[in-house]
């Protein structure tokens, strides 16, 4: 009985040992992003346009202090934080203006980037203001310069980035879908509200795919976004916003600290 006592007693030592010493790994790990510096890169949804309360000197960036890059460098205090997304910006203009900040100190990288490259803004014009038709033929022509020309435009980006700041752990992020389908909900028609979030599917797949190749890790924001889509009830998507077409289809404040931020805490 006292050797049985002792063993019991003995094994849960080790046990208390074992799981602390597997508490601090964690801890470690957890904590790697962040002994080195954050650079956040992108477009749109990366500086937060949609979010309000955007920092005077970032101009037309309209980066936001309600932006997940902002919100993770507030939690986790990295040794520097370089918010450079852009809203409009496309693979050229992250080459051409966004990669400065990089370096072999840099230990974390987000970004969204690719959108832009296929025409989104055209895109969801043309499917508020014209026929069923006229949208479905203009996802299509999206469609086909993801297919033939967006792959290549993102290898160039991620391989500057790996070449820039080759310690990084790379964090892309996708597009959410744009609508909760089967809901009651004035605006687009069935028709164009299913085609567009299968147009985002598609461009999520193409960014999916360069990116692991690449080794970087793919952060897919649409489970996060389930049920916060527009026609939801609790949208975490603007839709046409009338008093700033801009923020129109971008997420909300909402969106960004709770679709977001969450997914790149997780893949940090």
């Given amino acids: 009985m006292r050797r049985s006592r002792l063993t019991g007693l003995v094994t849960s030592l080790l046990l208390a040992a074992g799981l602390g010493l597997t508490g601090a790994a964690s801890a470690q790990a957890s904590s790697a992003a962040v002994t080195g510096g954050y650079v956040a890169l992108g477009d749109s949804y990366s500086s937060g346009v949609g979010s309000g309360s955007y920092i005077s000197s970032s101009g037309d960036c309209d980066r936001s202090t309600k932006a997940y890059p902002y919100l993770w460098n507030a939690a986790h205090s990295p040794s520097s934080f370089a918010f450079d997304a852009c809203s409009g910006a496309t693979t050229d203009d992250v080459m051409a203006n966004q990669l400065g900040s990089l370096n072999s100190s840099t230990s974390l ?21 014209q026929s069923d038709s006229a949208c479905l033929s203009r996802i299509d022509t999206a469609k086909a310069y993801v297919d033939s020309t967006l792959p290549g435009k993102l290898d160039t980006v991620y391989d500057a980035i790996t070449a820039k700041a080759p310690g990084a752990k790379v964090v892309v992020l996708s597009y959410p879908r744009f609508y909760l389908l089967g809901q009651t909900c004035l605006g687009l028609s069935d028709t164009k509200r299913s085609a567009i979030n299968g147009a985002a599917d598609y461009i999520d797949a193409a960014i999916q795919k360069r990116a692991q190749a690449h080794g970087f890790v793919f952060g897919d924001v649409r489970s996060a976004f389930s049920s916060h889509e527009i026609c939801s009830g609790d949208s975490w998507l603007h839709s046409v916003n009338w008093l700033d077409i801009s923020e129109s289809y971008h997420p909300t404040a909402a969106g960004q600290s709770g679709g977001y931020l969450p997914v790149l805490t997780n893949n940090a």
């Fill in 109 to 129: 990288v987000s970004l969204t980037i690719g959108g832009n490259d296929a025409g989104f803004s055209d895109v969801m014009t043309t499917c508020v203001i």
